[in-house]
């Protein structure tokens, strides 16, 4: 079994529909890919900081289960660890949502398999996702690729969070979840959740760049990160284009290697508003 890892509000559905369709279309195999998906409500803080709805939730499952009936899809609500671990916390209010916080509680939830990959929801798989997961992650905390900016600016093998490959029963035994959440209870971090566990790991893998390319297309290219990235023309600016805004992707970025991921993404979103 394949062990996914999303964490989000109600808004994530389009990049878990886009990310799981790219996974099926892009990978040959057999087994299941089983959906953890983390979510919480914390309205209080924003109208639409609220839980993925179980209606979502359903036509997601039945989307994952048409490419295979041995996928599964488990939604997990973390409310309550949140609101122990994080209310008021000084990292509540930082640059990213406070979703991007609760995949720290990986080590707390009972029943989560000892290798799962964490994804951000703005990601599409170029190529299969063995590739992947099936590196080996004996010894290491979790494996995880530079990231693009950081590894200029801060420090060559300075990780980005957004593909992670957790060995969860290795984390457990090291404490690193622990660490890192009492960091983000203690101390205003510039990139909160990422900064936190980058300071609390002990030991990681790092991956090839392919693994999680934030800025570039290669064939060779596993992971296609569509995270926020800097723009020289016209003029320099910065743009945070997501897999899902379609228009762009063929327009700006020239892609056309997603459209049979895209166009069926297309077809299932109109699908899902008619409620059927």
């Not at 122990?84 to 720290?104: D, H, K, M, V």
Request: aromatic residues 14%.
């Amino acid at each position: 079994m394949i062990n996914i890892m999303f964490c989000g509000n109600d808004g994530v559905f389009d990049g878990m529909l886009t990310c799981a369709l790219s996974i099926f279309k892009r990978s040959d195999t057999r087994e299941g890919v089983r959906f953890y998906i983390l979510t919480m409500d914390v309205s209080h803080l924003k109208p639409n900081y609220t839980p993925i709805c179980d209606d979502k939730i359903k036509f997601f499952e039945d989307v994952v289960k048409s490419y295979g009936e041995k996928n599964e899809v488990v939604k997990i609500d973390v409310t309550d660890l949140y609101k122990n671990e994080f209310a008021g916390c000084p990292n509540e209010g930082a640059y990213c949502s406070p979703f991007t916080l609760i995949r720290l509680f990986a080590d707390e939830i009972d029943g989560l398999p000892d290798k799962i990959l964490y994804l951000d929801v703005d990601i599409m798989f170029n190529r299969d996702i063995h590739l992947l997961y099936d590196t080996d992650v004996e010894g290491y905390e979790y494996a995880a690729a530079r990231d693009h900016y950081g590894k200029y600016l801060i420090s060559p093998n300075y990780v980005n969070a957004g593909v992670l490959l957790f060995n969860l029963k290795y984390m457990k035994q090291t404490g690193i979840l622990a660490r890192a959440r009492e960091l983000i209870r203690t101390k205003k971090l510039v990139f909160a959740d990422q900064s936190a566990l980058i300071r609390a790991t002990t030991k990681k893998k790092m991956l090839p760049q392919r693994f999680n390319d934030q800025k570039f297309l290669h064939k060779h290219t596993v992971v296609r990160h569509f995270s926020k990235r800097l723009f020289w023309l016209p003029y320099p600016h910065t743009d945070n284009i997501k897999q899902w805004h379609v228009t762009k992707v063929h327009k700006v970025f020239r892609y056309f290697e997603f459209d049979d991921v895209l166009f069926e993404y297309i077809y299932l979103k109109e699908k899902f508003s008619r409620g059927e």
